[in-house]
């Protein structure tokens, strides 16, 4: 928590130059137990085909004092750049400390195109392909005990991702799919930082490969949304699902949200329900 505050201030009190031309976003979920997760970034617009993302995010599986001292931090850095008026080009990279015995070194390169203005009835439809790397460094097993020696292996992963918008309604729809692991992981040894698309909330494992999607009805005022997701962990045979709802307050260039986001990781587990919030300001 304390990497969490120290990263806001640099960005709202070292840096207000930034704020000519962005947009600040933080979102975070709370849940049983003490469970929290929290993440913010702010995209900065250079205004020469630039565009820079500094985030950050925080979560915790408990407030009991042994879990808050491993809290997990993750940092992250992004650039996009517009080749053409209808296609980016993105490269970004994300690193976890060493925490409760896990760390590790994300990264990976993609592109987003945009073919036009509006077709088939539906505006801005865009598709973006994205593939990257991620290391893993961990030295205990997921129930807390020491491995024997550190366990080392590294993921390549892809994802596609698609939406527009039809009339009122914005859709998105992704699917990401680890390709390989140069040493694949055992069932009693997890990641301890696993997102799932659309959803703030962090969970724990190994995943495989993850469909989503989301859509929103908007509005001048409002905007209810609703988000879906399946995915699989390499150390379960049923696929997890979790689901997502809410409602967003568009208050000029100001949003606010509010919803809850449903889990259920496997047949066996016990339904885990987090409520979640988020706010957004373009400068």
């Known amino acids: 928590m304390f990497l969490f505050r120290i990263a806001l201030i640099l960005v709202l009190v070292i840096c207000p130059w930034v704020f000519s031309c962005g947009q ?15 993440r913010g970034d702010f995209r900065m617009d250079l205004d020469n085909g630039f565009v820079l993302v500094p985030a950050v995010g925080y979560y915790r599986m408990s407030d009991t004092e ?4 491993g809290a997990t931090t993750k940092f992250a850095f992004s650039a996009e750049y517009e080749a053409a008026d209808n296609l980016k080009v993105i490269a970004g990279a994300s690193y976890i400390p060493l925490r409760l015995g896990f760390q590790n070194v994300a990264y990976g390169a993609g592109v987003r195109y945009t073919p036009c203005y509006r ?32 366990f080392k292996t590294y993921s390549t992963a892809a994802r596609a991702e698609a939406g527009g918008e039809l009339g009122k309604f914005f859709f998105q729809a992704r699917y990401e799919k680890v390709i390989k692991y140069k040493n694949k992981p055992s069932a009693d040894v997890a990641a301890n930082w ?22 929103a009805y908007r509005t001048r005022w409002i905007s209810p949304y609703a988000a879906y997701a399946r995915y699989k962990y390499l150390a379960h045979a049923d696929y997890g699902v979790s689901a997502a709802a809410g409602l967003a307050l568009h208050l000029g260039q100001t949003t606010l949200s509010g919803g809850v986001e449903i889990f259920e990781q496997d047949r066996t587990d016990t339904r885990k329900t987090y409520f979640s919030m988020s706010a957004s300001t373009t400068f």
């Open 24 to 38: 600040l976003h933080f979102a975070s979920v709370n849940g049983e137990r003490g469970y929290a997760a929290m």
């Open 66 to 69: 042994e879990d808050e001292s």
């Open 119 to 150: 077709c088939a009835g539906m505006r801005y439809p865009y598709v973006s392909l994205y593939a990257g790397q991620t290391r893993y460094k961990i030295d205990a097993y997921s129930d807390g005990r020491d491995l024997p020696g550190r």
């Open 194 to 215: 696993t997102e799932i698309p659309f959803m703030t909330a962090v969970v724990q494992g190994f995943v495989s490969d993850a469909a989503a999607a989301r859509v």
